[in-house]
């Protein structure tokens, strides 16, 4: 069945335009809190969102929603993504709400649930609640005995710092380190600089003045090029940018050089490998992590097992075959000894502990591979199905059988937008180029492509 609501990560769209309206997160506070409401023990959900102006509207309907349900409110204001999924299990709570589009600019928001241990919902349960939104909601209102409470939870900031830090063993210190952190004036601008001051770094803090309008705008992740710049005006050993709910990190070197989150996961790997904490034999990564990666691993000894894009298939997989490391190339790190979904600081952590117990600068630490060539490009279409389009499969077909053991072809439809995703990857960057070009060519002639 079609998913009318739920994308790959939660709800998502423009603020106080459907689906994202005050109406559908109540309708969702009510779904949800009808579902999880099992037992006779009184209810709880946790609601932490980012620093989008729109977070106040959304954060109020869904407090409304789940104590209309008959659930109690505990209400985090900003907060990390993985705060909320550390704080759901810590606090004893029935579910978990993340208010945060993550990386995507102030217009948009999005709705994250996670459920009693700290995961993301399964397909099944965000089925069951798309299928109560759009039903009667009196049957699902609690008795006016029932109606739940809300109340602000103080000290959670606190919670979430000394759990970050007690990732790290208690002689790693982070003195002798300059650090430039970029909190993407999101959910992480007071806890990120924080931890790394209480470490023992000298911390130079940007993107840390949100005004509910400047969330991931010319800074953060997905635009490191402030990091870049103030990583070199200060001299700094390394930079961190966080994105808008700070499940997600990309580093940048001494030098302003960025290292994305293969090379980051090819760090982790390779020293929980050596001190025998890796579990799995290897790590799990999406189908566009670098071939590179793969190889790197493959002269380690380890494995890289791949799957769809979305951190919330590389945690099934990690969970389901018993892996503690695992992300995506974005940033999104998942380390499942320590928490449930990507934390950006964690894995920072991770890094900068590497980089102390090494004596070696960040540039040294972190290129662990030469990625190889890789081209993603995008056509758009204005319906139909071209993947099954005949010429199209030969097409593949044909780009598939002259890459063989040389390199990688990913093609896939995008989940959010009328595009098919076209990447390619080998060593020969010439027959790259050529080998998406032609693809590009003969997917956008398909009748009513586009």
């Known amino acids: 069945m079609k998913r009318r609501y739920f994308g790959t990560d939660g709800i998502r769209g423009k603020s106080n335009t459907h689906p994202m309206t005050p109406d559908l997160a109540m309708r969702v506070g009510i779904a949800a809190g009808t579902i999880f409401r099992r037992g006779s023990h009184r209810h709880r959900v946790v609601i932490g969102k980012d620093t989008r102006l729109s977070g106040y509207m959304l954060e109020n309907a869904m407090v409304a929603g789940f104590t209309a349900a008959g659930l109690d409110a505990f209400v985090l204001g900003p907060i990390p993504t993985p705060a909320v999924a550390m ?16 990386h995507n600019p102030y217009e948009d928001n999005g ?12 397909d099944s349960l965000e089925m069951q609640i798309e299928d109560l939104i759009e039903q009667d909601i009196a049957p699902q209102l609690a008795k006016a005995d029932d109606i739940g409470r809300a109340k602000r939870i103080d000290g959670v900031h606190d919670r979430y710092i000394e759990f970050a830090k007690r990732t790290l063993p208690r002689e790693v210190t982070l003195q002798g380190l300059r ?41 953060g992740s997905t635009h490191p090029e402030a990091l870049q710049k103030k990583v070199h005006e200060v001299r700094a050993d390394i930079g961190i940018a966080l994105d808008g709910d700070a499940d997600r990190v990309i580093i940048v070197d001494e030098h302003g050089a960025i290292i994305d989150g293969d090379q980051l996961m090819a760090v982790v790997a390779e020293s929980w490998a050596d001190d025998n904490l890796l579990k799995g034999g290897g790590i799990v990564a999406t189908v566009m992590s670098n071939l590179g990666l793969e190889r790197f691993l493959e002269g380690k000894g380890l494995t890289l097992a ?26 999104h790190i998942v380390l499942s000894d320590f928490g449930t979904t990507g934390d950006g600081l ?17 540039s040294e630490v972190c290129r662990r591979f030469e990625p190889v060539p890789q081209l993603l490009r995008n056509v758009r279409f204005a319906g139909g199905k071209p993947l099954e389009d005949k010429q199209v499969k030969q097409a593949i077909k044909d780009a598939e059988s002259e890459l063989a053991t ?30 998406v070009n032609d693809l590009i060519g003969v997917i956008a002639a398909v009748p009513a492509a586009a």
């Open 179 to 219: 650090v430039v952190i970029d909190c993407a004036n999101g959910a992480a601008y007071k806890v990120a600089p924080a931890v790394l001051w209480e470490l023992g770094a000298e911390v130079i803090t940007i993107g840390n003045e949100p005004t509910g309008t400047n969330i991931n705008k010319g800074c």
């Open 111 to 122: 709705i994250k649930l996670f459920g009693p241990d700290g995961y993301k919902l399964s």
């Open 306 to 331: 791949r799957t769809a894009v979305g951190d919330r298939y590389v945690v099934e997989h990690m969970r389901k075959n018993s892996f503690n490391v695992g992300g995506e190339q974005s940033g």
């Open 406 to 435: 040389r390199g990688r072809l990913v093609i896939r439809p995008s989940g959010t937008e009328p595009l098919i995703r076209v990447m390619a990857e080998g060593d020969d960057r010439g027959q790259i180029e050529r080998i």
């Open 87 to 102: 704080l759901t299990r810590s606090l004893r709570c029935d579910i978990g709400v993340m208010i945060s589009a993550s």
């Open 346 to 362: 964690v894995a920072a952590l991770q890094i900068l502990a590497c980089v102390k117990r090494s004596g070696k600068s960040v």
